[in-house]
């Protein structure tokens, strides 16, 4: 019944909220998003929440349904550690939205959620949804669109090239965990990956950290082009940890 009703909510939301331009090109993202949160696998709804999280979108017709789903469940078992690890993830899921139209779901779950721990992550998101909203404006910015290249692979273009190295290790990320072709999308992360080379410190944790993603990200390329750029790498960096992934990224060159 639960299921049913959560099928429900979505399919009414997503025909009545407003439609997506068709020039943002999202509607086939947003769809699969949608058939994942109406999947009876509490897996498939918790991965759905995870790539919503680092998605950029913020159409009404996707979050609407999490937001209600928050609303009628999030206090529906509260001793189940597993629904109540999925309420949290829904609530970092409706933040990513950055829209300040759904913190009064958030303050409420702040205000009255029975377990401590969903408390806690609705606090986190909430604090969020701002920073979110930044995120978002950059990751839609269509300055410098490639309408040779998918809205997917433009918007990873976007995150590495925005000069926030938070955005150009969650498109490193994306990039590594995904089965992309696009040699244009791998120059650019070799190009970032250079650029910072030249201005990240060896101290600096989160910057070797991204350096490192930007690292696996090329390998994944699989492109032997990108071979003596890493070897430099190895060669020149004075960080063990950076060293490391720059290895294991080199072999993975064809």
Avoid at 2 to 30: D, T, W
Avoid at 77 to 96: F, G, T, V
Avoid at 191 to 208: F, Q, W, Y
């Amino acid at each position: 019944m639960k299921k049913l009703l959560f099928a429900f909510l979505v399919v009414f939301i997503a025909l009545n909220a407003a439609p997506v331009s068709a020039g943002q090109g999202h509607s086939g993202e947003i769809k699969r998003y949608i058939t994942m949160l109406e999947s009876s696998s509490q897996k498939q709804r918790v991965d759905a929440a995870k790539m919503i999280t680092r998605s950029g979108l913020s159409a009404p017709g996707l979050f609407n349904p999490i937001n209600n789903r928050l609303v009628i469940e999030y206090n529906l078992y509260p001793r189940n550690q597993d629904h109540i690890d999925e309420m949290a993830w829904m609530c970092k899921a409706l933040a990513s939205s950055g829209s300040p139209e759904y913190k009064p779901t958030l303050e409420k779950i702040i205000q009255s959620a029975s377990s401590p721990k969903l408390k806690h992550y609705a606090e986190q998101s909430l604090n969020m949804v701002d920073e979110y909203a930044e995120r978002n404006r950059i990751m839609s910015d269509s300055s410098g669109l490639d309408p040779s290249l998918s809205p997917e692979i433009n918007k990873y273009m976007g995150m590495l090239r925005s000069g926030n190295d938070r955005l150009k290790k969650d498109a490193a990320k994306s990039i590594f965990r995904g089965n992309h072709t696009e040699e244009k999308l791998f120059d650019v992360v070799h190009e970032e990956l250079l650029h910072a080379c030249n201005t990240v410190s060896v101290n600096d944790r989160d910057g070797i950290d991204t350096l490192a993603w930007l690292c696996k990200a090329l390998g994944s390329s699989g492109n032997k082009k990108y071979s003596p750029t890493l070897n430099r790498i190895i060669k020149e960096t004075n960080s063990l940890t950076l060293k490391k992934y720059a290895k294991k990224s080199l072999n993975m060159l064809k």
